[in-house]
């Protein structure tokens, strides 16, 4: 009857918005695992207690920019065309109450800081034991990365890259032919003194 095609209707217009925002792949419960092992990770490293603290009732503004930072790398980033990422960004900004300058710089200005201390190569947010460090992770933190260019967009790549090896995740980098996706691979497995 009437309430079955109301049902279908409900049902299409989900999985069309599904579709739309996750730019033709459903998620599914993988995604959402890998979130929360990202999440794990990143309190672990920086040190950060459960439950996080709150401001005035609300998580701290850390907090949230954390969770929404390892949501875009998750479930947005895979989106392949601009539109619906970039609706999908907002939609996880808006979830966690992060203000949209914050989500631009997030997403446009952001420059991941490399570091090197007490045998931890950091990327961003990423941590890597490295416990000898190489002469090109000195210098790539030093900013002498040889045949590196250490532009926003490498170093966002190059921190993403290290996020997923760090928790062992399978990854795939799409791109144009000369983009800097091997570029990057060669530059972390150098630093990690890997061929």
Same mark, same amino acid.
């Given at each position: 009857g009437?309430?079955?095609?109301?049902?279908?209707?409900?049902?299409?217009? !989900?999985?069309?918005?599904? %579709? $739309? @925002? *996750?730019? /033709?792949?459903?998620f599914s419960s993988r995604e959402l695992f890998?979130?929360?092992?990202?999440?794990?990770?990143?309190?672990?490293?920086?040190?950060?207690?459960?439950?996080?603290?709150?401001?005035?009732?609300?998580?701290?503004?850390?907090?949230?920019?954390?969770?929404?930072?390892?949501a875009?790398?998750?479930f947005a980033s895979p989106v392949r065309r601009d539109a619906p990422r970039q609706k999908l960004a907002a939609l996880l900004a808006a979830q966690w109450s992060l203000p949209a300058?914050?989500?631009?710089?997030?997403?446009? !200005?952001?420059?991941?800081? %490399? $570091? @090197? *201390?007490? /045998?931890?190569?950091?990327?961003?947010?990423?941590r890597l034991p490295l416990p000898q460090p190489t002469a090109a992770a000195e210098a790539a933190v030093a900013g002498a990365?040889?045949?590196?260019?250490?532009?926003?967009?490498?170093?966002?790549?190059?921190?993403r890259v290290a996020a997923s090896v760090a928790l062992g995740e399978p990854l795939l980098l799409v791109g144009e032919t000369g983009t800097g996706k091997t570029t990057v691979v060669q530059q972390l497995a150098s630093m990690l003194g890997q061929k």
């Open positions: 009437e309430g079955a095609s109301l049902a279908e209707a409900a049902e299409a217009e !989900l999985a069309s918005a599904r %579709l $739309s @925002l *996750s730019g /033709g792949r459903a890998r979130w929360c092992a990202r999440m794990e990770a990143a309190l672990a490293a920086c040190g950060a207690e459960l439950p996080p603290p709150q401001e005035e009732g609300r998580l701290t503004s850390f907090f949230r920019e954390l969770v929404v930072t390892e875009l790398d998750t300058p914050q989500l631009r710089h997030l997403v446009q !200005l952001r420059r991941p800081e %490399l $570091s @090197l *201390s007490d /045998g931890v190569l950091a990327i961003g947010r990423a990365g040889g045949g590196f260019a250490a532009t926003r967009h490498a170093l966002v790549t190059l921190e």
